[in-house]
Every structure is written in structure tokens, then in C-alpha cells.
């Protein structure tokens, strides 16, 4: 059975874990699903790509005069969903023929404005961290699956026993079958390993690797291998949220850095050691700073678009849900 056009745009565009249960079921079924499911990805992206460039009369009007030709050429049928795709997708050049071999050709992916999430050909599901760059070699999943990360990035990799999942950057590697983990790179010659569910080997091409499983974390620097304590909290720029237990408010200080960009200064050094207990869930960055000013008696000045500073307060807290 086909997807109706409303699985197709909850699958591509927000699915639940539902969604995902149902999408993993259909690939399945049968090897012709991944390839047409490989063509409606393309589609999407095209459609997200081209419809704000073509005004809707035109867009109405080019598939009108293409719905004919297009219906000659197909080797299976493209739900209504994806007309407007279509369109700009024949606007560029690309046939339906194209469609088909699309995933012979790489794919470049850059996270410029905020976070960005990709779902690869065979359901894995890639988030890059804003900056981020991916690239999906041309032979993914027909011969290896195999990307290139420069940046930050949170992997959900399909389990597929014969084809492991390669990671690539400048100096590291991460290997797996189907897991899910963070990937920081911050620099040529570093890079950080935090496994969420599974295993995975990590290691640079030439040399040592080191095997990691729910919950290890290991940074590579150069040629030293450091085990760290893996935190949720790398992940906030992507889920929103922040929890700490009794943490050094340096370390708020410092996850704000990096999550969302927003530098909070502290006029009163000692105030950097207080613990803080709390959980932010459903606030913005900046809200989640005039909390932590609140909790500690600290008036909150802002000195520039991303950078604040808390000016006095004191260590007396309590632990607060926010």
C-alpha cells in the first residue's frame, strides 16, 4: 500500500516516533520503497527550495503543462502532494529520470540560520548544530553510508547489519551500526564523542580508536585520548532544554556559550562557584538567563545583542523548574 499524501508530509516534515515506527515498517517492505522514498526526499527538498521563487499562478500554470509528460515518464506514481516539487524540479532541468538516480549524486548541507535537520535515505536522522556543514557521499547507502561533518552534529542512525554508518571529519572518524550520538568538532585536530543509545568506535584513520557505549564520552585532542562526562546539555541547541544538579553556575555560564551564543558575564567572580539546581524546559536563552538572575538576587544588565551581565547577587538558591 502507497502512503497517502498526509503520512508523506507528517514523514518528511515533523514525524513522531509514531511516524518514524511507520516509516521503518514501509522501508521494509519492500527494496522499491527506499528508492522511492530516496525520490519523494529529493522532491521536498526542491519544493523548499524553489516555491518561494515562483509565483503560484506559474507554479499552477507549469504543471499544468507538464502533468501530461510527467505522467508518460514515471516509473511509479508521485502523490499529488508534490506537484509544486515537481514543477520546480522541471524548472531546473531535472526529470523524473533524474529523480530516480538522484541519490548518485552528493548532497551538501549547511546549517546558516539555527539548527537543521536532515533525514538521510535509509531513516537515519541527522541534526546540525547552526554552522554545521554535512555531505552525503554519492554511493550512500548503495554501497556504504559514508557523510562528512565539519561542525557539530547529533546522529539517529537505522540499524543495517551489513552496511555500518561512517562519520568523517578532518582527522576522526566515527564508526556504528545503528545508534545515537553526538559529534563535536569544534577544530582540525579536535573532536568529541558523546554516545546517547548503543556503541560506536572512534578514532582517527591512522591509528588508535577507542570503542563507546550508552552514556562514555571521549574527546581526541591531538594525540591524547580523554574520557569526559557526557552531559545532555550538548544537545540543548537542539532540544531547548537545560537541567543542572547542584552545577557550578560556570557551567550555565558555559552551555549558554555554546548552545545559543549568548555570553554571560559575571561581575562578581565568586559567584561562578554557586551550585545551581534547576531545569529549563519551553523558555528562550534569554529567559532562561533572567531566571538564573533571579535565582541568585543578580540584576541583569544587557551590554550588547548577545551578551548580558549579572551584576551582585549571592549564592543563596533553591532548585527551581522553570
Not at 552545577?247 to 565568586?270: R, W
Request: aromatic letters at 10%; hydrophobic letters at 40%; proline letters at 4%.
Amino acid at each position: 500500500m502507497e502512503p497517502t499524501d498526509e503520512q508523506l508530509a507528517r514523514w518528511l516534515e515533523s514525524p513522531s516516533q509514531d511516524d518514524i515506527q511507520e516509516l521503518h515498517e514501509w522501508l521494509d517492505k519492500s527494496p522499491e520503497n527506499l528508492q522511492k522514498w530516496e525520490s519523494y526526499q529529493v522532491l521536498w527538498q526542491n519544493s523548499a527550495k524553489l516555491s518561494s521563487r515562483i509565483p503560484l499562478p506559474d507554479r499552477e500554470r507549469i504543471w499544468s503543462g507538464i502533468e501530461t509528460e510527467i505522467g508518460e515518464k514515471k516509473t511509479f506514481t508521485i502523490p499529488a502532494f508534490f506537484k509544486y516539487a515537481a514543477a520546480a524540479a522541471v524548472i531546473l532541468t531535472i526529470s523524473v529520470s533524474v529523480w530516480l538516480s538522484i541519490s548518485s549524486k552528493q548532497e551538501h548541507y549547511i546549517a546558516e540560520n539555527g539548527p537543521m535537520e536532515i533525514w538521510l535515505s535509509d531513516s537515519s536522522r541527522v541534526m546540525l548544530k547552526e554552522g554545521a556543514e554535512l555531505t552525503v557521499s554519492k554511493n550512500y547507502l548503495a554501497e556504504d553510508r559514508t557523510v562528512f561533518l565539519e561542525g557539530d552534529a547529533f546522529f539517529e542512525v537505522k540499524r543495517i547489519e551489513q552496511k555500518p554508518f561512517l562519520v568523517q571529519t578532518e582527522s576522526h572518524f566515527v564508526k556504528v551500526l545503528g545508534t545515537s550520538f553526538l559529534v563535536q568538532s569544534p577544530q582540525p585536530r579536535e573532536a568529541t564523542v558523546s554516545v546517547f543509545s548503543g556503541k560506536v568506535e572512534f578514532g582517527v584513520p591512522s591509528g588508535q580508536s577507542s570503542i563507546l557505549t550508552k552514556d562514555m564520552s571521549l574527546t581526541i585532542l591531538g594525540d591524547q585520548f580523554v574520557e569526559k562526562e557526557k552531559s545532555a546539555n550538548d544537545l540543548a541547541w537542539w532540544t531547548g532544554e537545560l537541567k543542572y544538579d547542584n552545577a557550578p553556575l560556570s557551567q550555565f555560564v558555559a552551555d549558554m556559550a555554546y548552545n545559543f551564543g549568548i555570553e554571560v558575564k559575571v561581575s562578581a567572580t565568586s559567584l561562578m562557584g554557586c551550585g545551581l539546581t534547576a531545569k529549563f524546559e519551553g523558555l528562550t536563552p534569554d529567559e532562561m538567563v533572567q531566571a538564573v538572575a533571579m535565582t541568585f538576587g543578580s540584576e541583569l544588565q544587557q551590554s550588547s545583542k548577545s551578551s548580558v551581565v549579572l551584576q551582585g547577587g549571592n549564592c543563596e538558591m533553591g532548585g527551581e523548574t522553570w
